[in-house]
């Protein structure tokens, strides 16, 4: 009876694990098609899985489309990742992720998560506009590089710096950023390059 029990068990585990779902891809290219113009990006897995996971879902669910560069720092960098519809964000600001060890430098041109602390990234990515190798040792990992278009990131617009309230974002969405920062640029679509 006990020997039934574990076969019982075992099949139960080899049917969950054939269910779970497709595996993520160890490597993939996401096209953006922005209003400065198009640029892409080349993400590793094995440089930081679970961000490369997580950023895999983001853009397959449209999550990103019509989102705002809302934080543009000259010679530091580009952040995006609220998005335009508050209810979308509240839905994942609840879903933080495991920090990945850092494998990759922040370099320029490198994408990482935004985080405000341990455990706590979610859906707002930054492009390094320089080389901010001092965010390795904070736990800042990159996952995925621009492999073409970095002019077009270079010129998003920047002259409202930080100015956008994040809190407002979040809550208010593209109705608050339309508003009171019209120059924003913005993602009109991000796809998984076939």
Same mark, same amino acid.
């Given at each position: ?22 595996? +993520? ?14 640029? +892409?990006?080349?993400?590793? %897995? ?7 996971? %997580? ?12 989102? %705002? ?25 609840? +879903? ?18 935004? +985080? ?7 859906? /707002?990515?930054?492009? *390094?506009?320089?080389? *901010?190798? *001092? ?30 309230? /994040?809190?407002?974002?979040?809550? /208010?969405? *593209? ?20």
């Amino acid at each position: 009876m006990k020997r039934t029990k574990v076969i019982v068990f075992l099949i139960f585990l080899v049917f969950q694990a054939g269910c779970s779902g497709p595996s +993520m891809p160890t490597e993939y290219k996401v096209k953006f098609d922005t209003s400065k113009g198009p640029f +892409m990006v080349e993400v590793h %897995r094995e440089w930081a899985p679970l961000g490369s996971d %997580r950023f895999y879902e983001l853009v397959t669910t449209g999550f990103y489309d019509d989102a %705002r560069f809302f934080r543009v720092v000259p010679k530091f960098v580009v952040q995006f990742g609220i998005s335009r519809d508050p209810k979308a964000s509240a839905h994942w600001r609840e +879903m933080n992720i495991p920090d990945d060890a850092v494998h990759e430098k922040n370099l320029r041109g490198y994408l990482t998560y935004a +985080m405000g602390g341990r455990d706590s990234r979610t859906t /707002q990515v930054f492009i *390094n506009l320089a080389d *901010n190798v *001092n965010l390795d040792a904070q736990g800042f990992a990159p996952f995925g590089r621009v492999i073409e278009g970095m002019n077009v990131v270079d010129s998003i617009y920047s002259g409202y710096g930080e100015a956008p309230d /994040q809190n407002l974002i979040q809550s /208010q969405g *593209n109705e608050y950023l339309k508003s009171q920062f019209p120059q924003l640029d913005y993602i009109k679509t991000a796809k998984i390059e076939k």
